[in-house]
């Protein structure tokens, strides 16, 4: 073989082996840090998220539990934005959570070191900055959910003290934690609890539920029933917790179970007692026993069910229906008696003269000499003088037609005359005079569409037609044209008058001559159209009333003003002169009851004004509060069920706002040895007492204040005979009022007597004897004077003459007019002055009355028993109270009276709980509470925790009014007790005034 | 001679052909950790929403239900916290509910690895301390198999201690307060919160933690209630750490180094087989 070299077999296997291995090795990365790195900055970024999550989740958790309301004055409290303190309070929690958690996450693991951080905060100056790393957003579908990012988290990897990976991060993660839901939550029960009356929320709610309760007693009290205060204390109470409770609802999604519980023994109690308890003394032991758990009371469900005003009364929103009625009677009373006039005015055409003057020659006669001097006084002096001329007057125009017209020639001679001083004893006169010639054309016009039918052609005027003889206005041209010319001084008379600019044209109205039976032709027709009036009618809810939302007699009015045309009944051309008069006769009666309902609209609108005065209010005037209240009763909006999903659950304290002060041992949220009042309530009765004028000078029913109404005074002294009066002043006073009250009687007596007489019936001595023994029937004063006012009396007179003389009284026409007649006299009788008693008089017996009743302010420690208090209630509500919205003749339409309520509460705590989170806390839910404290955290990590903000507390402040109506009646509707009745405390509920600590 | 050479030769080239083989077979293979890693970064990346009822150890229901949320580290760190117990006593006797349902969450997630995985969270205030709160979920890694492993921290809502101030303060005693004040914060309640209402769930709750607490480190019953009984609980419980901490390191520096009271270690092991 060859001894070639060749190349072993074993040099190509090492080739192979180290080319291998050369490929494994660069198959790999060299060297094991870089790969450690990227694993360990994986698993620090991985672990960051989590770390930031937990930060979240706690931050809210805490920020729940002591959330900033208000920032703190202070240089870590100025970095939150004051709109937004709770959100930038919590932004801060995360930061300082994240940073703590991801300070946790360093660790050393051979060799390598890794660090993830968010920048310091060396002091409180830095706070603002570190909020800012943080930003914040609703959500998840519901936004039940927070978005949360934090900007600079910084991840760092070491060997060595070498810096061998470095990565900048801000996560942005979602974290399933409802603590933005919960807070816009509580924001909105807060916004309701105080949100005024029109706007969802307390007020509305309070409006809606107070007034089928101030219906109903207030009805139960129109009926004589024994209630002393229409609106009590006690109620509202009552339903203002009923109301919170449903506030709750419709923020949370449901209501505190033990204040449920309270609020549904208290009703039930309420519905037993008809709502009369005048203190709920027992709220608070109920509360102590519930909490206990010892006692079990019906569902509120249950309860609520058997709480069902006993009393039929009307509810605010039932329709009545209100007609013109005696307002119509009162027309027509008043149109009857001036029938004459009305036809008279149908009977009066009138005239005018009107002259066209023109100017045709003006010549200059002399002039003023020069005196020198200065100008003393200076006056004109016209002379005309009159010639005939022949020309052609222009037509008349404008309805007016022409009586007869003629043409003159008129030379005016002006002459100025002017006074000169010279020196202090001379003086001098010179003279200009002018000479004008001037056309004068005179037309005399006359216009019959007189009076109050409405305007149209008359088929005849000035020739004979018509009933009686038909005298239309025959002979008046000639009147008239008389009557033109006497008044201007005769044809040339007025021409000179016009030429010189001194024409007076008139119109003169001049009464032609009619038949004197048209009156009784035309009177029918009133009584006829007196019975359709009447039937006008307006349909009402009573609760538009008592809110002064409709104004009925303008309504009646504008009713009566459609149906105008269809009751004058005006042809389009009118028969003759005498049916004009006629129909005029019919548009007066409508006019004279348009003008009457006009006032009384007036009237009722200076009612609604004069709300504002009789109860001032806080959350904009008492007249649109009330309005508004009672147009939002029904608008209670939404009710509860949101917030399924988050599931909260309520807790306040206390869980019932009782008016009685409670401490520590009742109410654990309140500190120790500190008693407070939940719940302050004041409400305020309009028109409470009869006798301080305002029912009558509200309504301009007197002329000075110093007198009252023959009404008041008559109940007054009703009342007072029916009580036991000591000897001395006080039958002294009750003397003296039935003196003036009786004198108010005498008065009518005599109004009877003159309508008897005027009625022609009998003599003065029978006239008398009638009508005192229709009077006779009513021996007490009180009871007379009453049967004066509310028609009685003129009734009973009525009657008794019917007996005494039914032949003068066969004819129906005559006996319906005698009735009126004698309604309108007892109203006369008890608008003059001198019927009625004296203010003074009234009032101190009423004081009297009360004072007797145990209602003197001082009485209040007086227990009377139970028993005298009924009965001494019943009596006192028959005193007059109320403002009568359409004061009718003979009668009062409807009494309005109005409460102005008025709620303010201060919750000792209230936590929301959302069922969320894991058991390792205790306890584990999201907490949000609201109370008085001072939040502090320690951002620097000094160990010293600064002041970060306040917690407040949840308060309620709600403020209504609601008006009462009811239909005519002896006392009207009102509080006998207290017009103003506060509750302990007013007006500040919470921390009985400790000093520093503020209520909210 | 020269045919022996050429046979040595030969061998010696398929020897070396062999091990070049082998060379670049073998470094071919997975890394070891790379499906741990991905478990634990799954964990602690994923969210979960759990829905529990809290039960006692009788399997009662205690109250309605209540849902927790969170990242699954976090789930499995807070479990960990609700299984706390103090020298072989259970400390949170009402938390059996959360955990079953963390397990149930973390086992569909597990599910999706196609290898054998087991979890364990564990919360110990420093290493070997005698308060631990410990929750696995999955499988009990094998011994005699190779395992790939991870570890994550997470954090739990016991607030983070200043150890090395509190050891400077006042030694041993400063850290083991430090300990105690934090854990009690969160599993009695904040020191400054007003206790839930008497006869609540919330109350029964407290009430019976305060008592496992009292058993495990004999305290009795206050004569006013458990209301009161704070401080003792406090009192006994930072005796026993204090001891604790005496016995096992040289000095309060050393123990303060090695306490990690805010967070939760969570071990992923994962094999085949």
Do not use: C
């Amino acid at each position: 073989m060859t001894d070639r070299a060749r190349v072993p077999f074993a040099l190509l296997g090492v080739v192979l082996l180290v080319g291998s291995g050369t490929v494994a090795v660069s198959q790999h990365p060299p060297g094991g840090g870089e790969p450690a790195v990227d694993g360990a900055m994986d698993r620090l970024t991985a672990e960051s998220h989590s770390a930031i999550r937990a930060a979240a989740r706690d931050a809210a958790h805490d920020a729940a539990r002591r959330p900033v309301i208000r920032a703190a004055n202070t240089t870590v409290g100025a970095a939150l934005d004051e709109t937004r303190a709770f959100e930038d309070a919590l932004r801060l929690r995360i930061y300082l959570a994240a940073r703590a958690n991801l300070a946790d996450l360093g660790r050393q693991r051979r060799g390598l070191t890794v660090t993830a951080a968010l920048p310091p905060i060396e002091s409180e100056r830095d706070v603002e900055a570190a909020i800012e790393r943080v930003s914040l957003a609703p959500a998840g579908p519901d936004g039940h959910k927070v978005r949360v990012r934090v900007e600079g988290v910084s991840l760092r990897a070491r060997r060595d003290g070498r810096l061998v990976g470095e990565t900048q991060a801000n996560p942005d993660l979602v974290v399933d934690t409802p603590i933005l839901a919960v807070d816009e939550r509580v924001d909105r029960f807060e916004r309701r609890l105080e949100a005024t009356v029109g706007q969802p929320g307390l007020a509305t709610r309070l409006t809606a539920v107070l007034y089928p309760i101030a219906w109903a007693r207030g009805y139960a009290q129109y009926r004589g029933g024994a209630i002393e205060n229409v609106v009590a204390n006690s109620h509202v109470t009552l339903v203002a917790n009923g109301a919170v409770l449903s506030e709750q609802r419709a923020a949370f999604g449901r209501s505190d179970p033990m204040g449920r519980r309270v609020y549904a023994t208290e009703l039930g109690e309420a519905a037993i007692t008809g709502l009369a308890a005048r203190h709920n003394v027992s709220a608070l032991d109920r509360l102590d026993r519930l909490r206990e758990g010892v006692d079990r009371v019906q569902s509120a469900a249950e309860t609520i069910e058997r709480f069902a005003p006993a009393d039929d009364a009307p509810s605010p929103s039932d329709t009545v229906t209100v007609g013109i009625n005696g307002t119509a009677d009162l027309g027509y009373l008043r149109a009857e008696r001036a029938i004459n006039e009305t036809l008279n005015a149908t009977f009066t055409p009138r005239v005018r003269v009107r002259a066209d003057v023109r100017e045709l020659e003006r010549t200059v006669v002399d002039t003023h000499e020069s005196v020198g001097g200065t100008l003393q006084s200076e006056r004109t002096r016209l002379d005309a003088t009159v010639t005939d001329r022949s020309g052609t007057p222009p037509s008349g125009a404008d309805g007016w037609h022409r009586l007869g017209g003629y043409s003159r020639t008129v030379v005016v001679r002006e002459t100025e005359v002017r006074r000169w001083d010279i020196s202090e004893n001379e003086s001098a006169t010179t003279t200009a005079t002018t000479r004008i010639r001037t056309a004068v054309d005179v037309i005399v016009e006359s216009d019959h569409g007189v009076g109050p039918a409405p305007p149209g052609p008359i088929a005849s005027v000035h020739e004979r037609g018509g009933p009686f003889d038909g005298p239309n206005l025959v002979h008046a041209e000639k009147r008239l044209l008389d009557a033109a010319l006497a008044n201007g001084g005769g044809r040339d008379g007025l021409a000179a008058s016009a030429a010189t600019g001194r024409l007076d044209g008139g119109p003169w109205s001049v009464q032609a001559p009619r038949s004197e039976r048209l009156a009784a032709w035309a009177r029918p027709d009133l009584a006829e159209l007196r019975r359709q009036v009447r039937a006008v009618a307006v349909t009402v809810e009573r609760g538009e009333v008592a809110s002064f939302r409709r104004n009925v007699p303008a309504a009646l009015a504008a009713r009566l003003r459609e149906r105008r045309e269809a009751f004058v009944d005006a042809p389009a051309v009118y028969n003759n002169v005498s049916h004009r008069a006629r129909v005029g006769v019919r548009a007066a009666y409508v006019d004279r009851v348009l003008n009457h309902l006009d006032a009384l609209a007036e009237q009722n609108e200076d009612g609604r004004e004069s709300l504002d005065d009789a109860v001032p209010t806080e959350t904009g005037d008492a007249q649109s509060l009330l309005a508004d209240g009672y147009g939002a009763r029904d608008s209670l909006g939404e009710r509860g069920g949101q917030g399924d999903e988050l599931r909260l659950a309520v807790d306040t304290s206390p869980s019932y706002l009782t008016v009685e002060p409670v401490g520590h041992e009742r109410v654990r949220a309140i500190p120790e040895n500190r008693t407070e009042h939940p719940l302050v309530v004041r409400n305020v009765n309009g028109f409470a007492l009869p006798t301080t004028g305002v029912v009558e000078a509200v309504f301009g029913l007197l002329d000075g204040p110093a007198k009252t109404s023959l009404r008041s005074g008559a109940q007054v002294l009703n009342v007072t005979g029916k009580l036991d009066l000591d000897e001395g002043e006080a039958q002294a006073r009750q003397r003296g009022l039935d003196r003036q009250v009786d004198h108010g009687t005498a008065l009518a007596r005599a109004e009877f007597e003159g309508v008897l007489a005027d009625a022609d019936l009998g003599d003065a001595d029978e006239r008398e004897t009638v009508v005192a023994s229709a009077l006779d029937q009513w021996p007490r004063t009180a009871a007379r004077a009453t049967a004066v006012t509310n028609g009685s009396a003129a009734e009973a007179v009525h009657a008794a003459a019917l007996g005494r003389w039914p032949g003068a009284l066969g004819e129906q026409r005559a006996r319906e007019r005698l009735a009126i007649e004698l309604r309108f006299a007892a109203r006369a009788a008890r608008e003059d002055e001198g019927a009625q008693p004296s203010l003074p008089a009234v009032n101190e017996t009423s004081d009297l009355v009360r004072a007797g009743l145990g209602y003197a302010a001082e009485a209040g420690q007086e227990r009377v028993e139970a028993v005298a208090r009924r009965r001494a209630a019943r009596l006192a509500a028959r005193l007059p109270s109320g403002v009568p919205v359409l004061p009718g003749p003979g009668t009062y339409y409807a009494t309005v009276n109005v409460w102005q309520v008025q709620v303010r509460g201060s919750y000792a705590r209230v936590v929301i709980r959302a069922r969320r989170g894991a058991p390792d806390r205790a306890p584990p839910d999201l907490a949000y509470v609201r109370e008085i404290r001072t939040v502090r955290i320690d951002v620097d990590g000094d160990g010293h925790r600064e002041r970060l903000g306040q917690n407040r507390r949840l308060s309620v402040r709600a403020e209504t009014v609601v008006g009462v109506a009811v239909p005519p009646g002896a006392q009207g509707v009102g509080d006998v007790d207290e017009r103003d009745e506060r509750s302990p405390g007013w007006p500040e509920p919470g921390p009985v005034a400790a000093g520093n600590v503020s209520a909210r | 001679m020269r045919g022996v050479s050429t046979v040595l030769d030969v061998s010696v080239f398929l020897l070396l052909v062999s091990v070049a083989v082998a060379t670049l077979a073998v470094p071919a293979a997975d890394p070891p950790n790379a499906t741990a890693d991905e478990t634990a970064e799954t964990l602690a990346t994923t969210t979960a929403n759990v829905s529990y009822v809290p039960v006692g150890a009788d399997g009662e229901a205690r109250e309605p239900s209540r849902t927790a949320a969170g990242t699954h580290a976090e789930l499995l760190g807070r479990g960990a916290l609700t299984d706390l117990e103090l020298d072989g006593t259970a400390l949170a006797p009402t938390t059996g509910g959360f955990r079953a349902a963390v397990g149930e969450e973390t086992a569909t997630v597990l599910a999706w690895s196609s290898d054998r995985t087991s979890v364990v969270a564990t919360w110990a205030p420093y290493p070997e301390a005698p308060l631990r709160g410990r929750f696995a979920v999955g499988e009990r890694s094998p011994e005699t198999v190779d395992v790939s492993t991870a570890t994550l921290t997470v954090p739990v809502p016991v607030e983070s201690v200043a150890a090395r101030e509190a050891a400077a303060e006042d030694g041993y005693r400063g850290v083991a307060h430090a300990i105690a004040d934090s854990l009690l914060a969160t599993t009695l309640g904040p020191e400054d919160a007003t206790l839930p209402d008497p006869g609540s769930p919330a109350r029964r709750d407290w009430q019976r933690r305060m008592r496992a607490y009292a058993g495990a480190l004999d305290v009795a019953e206050p004569a006013d209630g458990w209301a009161a009984g704070r401080p003792a609980i406090e009192r006994a419980l930072v005796e026993r750490l204090t001891a604790d901490l005496r016995d096992r390191y040289s000095s309060p520096a050393a123990a303060a180094a090695e306490v990690r009271a805010g967070q939760v270690q969570i071990v992923v092991r994962e094999w085949s087989g």
